[in-house]
């Protein structure tokens, strides 16, 4: 009986694990822009980053999203656009500097 127990209490923990990293997702960030920076203020907080409007299942379809708008804008010759999308970054729904005041 204390073996199933044991089983149950591992099993249950790996769910709500997997269920915490399910939540996780990804976002799409641009820096804040302004008269002072009109490729973006890189600098800036986390928590100052525009997001685009989806989240992202995982690192990778986030990337994919970003190159493919670098290489859109590039094939449109928008050099603003381009040296706009250098600046963004794929940042995790979990990531601390979101959070930070």
Known sequence: MELS??????CGTSLRHAAAIAL????LMMPPTGRDYPM????APLTQWMKRPTTYRDKD???H???RHRRLTN???RQVAVNFYKQA???????RRLKEK
């Open 5 to 10: 127990i044991k089983a149950n209490l591992i």
């Open 24 to 27: 996780v997702g990804w976002y």
């Open 40 to 43: 973006g203020n890189v600098d």
């Open 61 to 63: 379809e986030c990337e």
């Open 65 to 67: 999203v970003l190159d």
């Open 75 to 77: 094939s449109k010759n």
């Open 89 to 95: 970054q794929c940042v995790s729904t979990d990531d």
